[in-house]
């Protein structure tokens, strides 16, 4: 073989192996490049990832944090629904019991010992006694009376009226006659029972003073022992159910 065709041969093995070493460093350079996009395709996704669990995590606790406020926004209407409750169970526990003053139409009964008595008969037949008194309450009472008073004092259930001499004591308070009983109720019904009483049939048959009017609106104070309610009940003690 010359030299000429020795030349030739060499010429095309180098070629060859210069487009073997061109497409195996082609061949590399790609697989970086796959392999760096690869690892920049998985840092991003990490990325995102970690993003979406802070996001999770904030919705969580601004959930729970908005549970918290309903919860609470529940807690305190109960308690005011509750306390609405029982303002308005203790208003009316005043009212019945006397702890406020009221008004309102009913009718006024006065009562004055007779002037004129008969000879011979007994003197305990011609005044107003506390037994007079009780049972024009319970007359009234049982005609719908929703406050009493008897010259300005309110009758409650710890009202007593004694009878001392020509006065009675009301809420330890001494008042001689005349005697001005106040009702608020139905002015009509109040009136009614009140005048066909048969109580005040016996009053008037010994010419004791009975004058009974209806009115449009009466004023009565509170129990005058309001204040001192500890000694009304010092001897009571709660019973559980």
Request: glycine share 6%; with cysteine.
């Amino acid at each position: 073989m010359n030299k000429r065709a020795s030349r030739h041969i060499s010429f095309i093995v180098f070629l060859l192996l210069g487009m073997l070493m061109a497409w195996q460093l082609k061949s590399t350079l790609n697989a970086r490049r796959a392999a760096a996009a690869n690892a920049l395709d998985a840092n991003m996704l990490r990325e995102q990832i970690t993003e979406l669990q802070q996001d999770i995590e904030g919705l969580r606790a601004a959930i729970d944090e908005n549970i918290a406020l309903q919860n609470e926004i529940i807690r305190e209407y109960i308690e005011l629904q509750n306390d609405d409750r029982m303002s308005r169970e203790w208003e009316v526990i005043k009212l019945h019991t006397g702890l406020v003053g009221v008004e309102g139409p009913g009718i006024t009964i006065t009562l004055d010992d007779a002037q004129v008595r008969e000879p011979g008969m007994p003197s305990g037949f011609f005044i107003i006694h506390d037994f007079d008194i009780r049972t024009i309450l319970n007359d009234l009472k049982i005609a719908g009376a929703q406050a009493v008073a008897i010259n300005g004092e309110r009758v409650v259930p710890m009202s007593e009226q004694i009878c001392a001499g020509p006065t009675i004591i009301i809420n330890g308070n001494r008042y001689p006659v005349p005697y001005v009983i106040e009702a608020i109720g139905d002015p009509d019904e109040l009136y009614e029972a009140i005048n066909t009483s048969f109580k005040i049939y016996e009053l008037r048959q010994f010419n004791i003073k009975v004058d009974i009017k209806k009115t449009d609106k009466i004023r009565i104070s509170k129990f005058s022992g309001a204040d001192k309610l500890d000694r009304f009940i010092s001897g009571l003690e709660v019973v559980e159910k």
